[in-house]
T-cell receptor, first 113, second 112 residues
Framework: ETGVTQTPRHLVMGMTNKKSLKCEQH?????MYWYKQSAKKPLELMFV???????ENNSVPSRFSPECPNSSHLFLHLHTLQPEDSALYLC????????????FGEGSWLTVV | TQLLEQSPQFLSIQEGENLTVYCNSS?????LQWYRQEPGEGPVLLVT?????EVKKLKRLTFQFGDARKDSSLHITAAQPGDTGLYLC????????????FGEGTQLTVNP
């Protein structure tokens, strides 16, 4: 148990569906992240929220829409995805200013059919 | 863009053997972290090294941060099947602090 909880753990969706991934951290951290992990590729940083403000968006397509309503919760809204978006999506959190340690959730496996 | 190269990408060994995984970059990092990831799970932090030349031990695992803070190694002594997993190194950007650059990982399989 890392203190970062992701739901759902597995999601299968059609290309026309709208779904959301949810992340909750119980560590009192002030920064949250979405990463994408695909086979044979390094972890890709998608979005960073610091103090509930989006501070980084690494050229992610608009079909991925993040939302951070408070410092403990992070969502990734999914719409009109493509099969190549199938991957493990990892949420993470950290306390900025106290070092660089980030803690990951267990991930949400997404399959787009 | 900072890049981290891990080697080897794949490693399959017998129980009891020793192994070393390397993480190299041309960039300087403020710190470097090692994670272990099992199939279907998120990466779990093993250690963070901060000082150039630093050596940290975690049971049979020994981590070293290069003097110039550009590279790191992970040495496992007497590997066990439970050590099987994907080992990831991640370097923290000197300027932006908490932004991590990940290597591609080393997939380790320890056969009984």
């Amino acid at each position: 148990e890392t203190g970062v909880t992701q739901t759902p753990r597995h999601l299968v969706m059609g290309m026309t569906n709208k779904k959301s991934l949810k992340c909750e951290q119980h560590l009192g951290h002030n920064a949250m992240y979405w990463y994408k992990q695909s086979a044979k590729k390094p972890l890709e940083l998608m979005f960073v929220y610091s103090l509930e403000e989006r501070v980084e968006n690494n050229s992610v397509p608009s079909r991925f829409s993040p939302e951070c309503p408070n410092s403990s919760h992070l969502f990734l809204h999914l719409h009109t995805l493509q099969p190549e978006d199938s991957a493990l999506y990892l949420c993470a959190s950290s306390q900025e200013g106290t070092g660089n340690t980030i803690y990951f959730g267990e991930g949400s496996w997404l399959t787009v059919v | 863009t900072q890049l981290l190269e891990q080697s080897p990408q794949f490693l399959s060994i017998q129980e009891g053997e020793n192994l070393t995984v390397y993480c190299n970059s041309s960039s300087v990092f403020s710190s470097l972290q090692w994670y272990r990831q099992e199939p279907g799970e998120g990466p779990v932090l093993l250690v963070t090294v901060v000082t150039g030349g630093e050596v940290k031990k975690l049971k049979r695992l020994t981590f070293q941060f290069g003097d110039a803070r550009k590279d790191s190694s992970l040495h496992i002594t007497a590997a066990q099947p439970g050590d099987t997993g994907l080992y990831l190194c991640a370097g923290a950007d000197v300027t932006s602090g908490s932004r991590l650059t990940f290597g591609e990982g080393t997939q380790l399989t320890v056969n009984p």
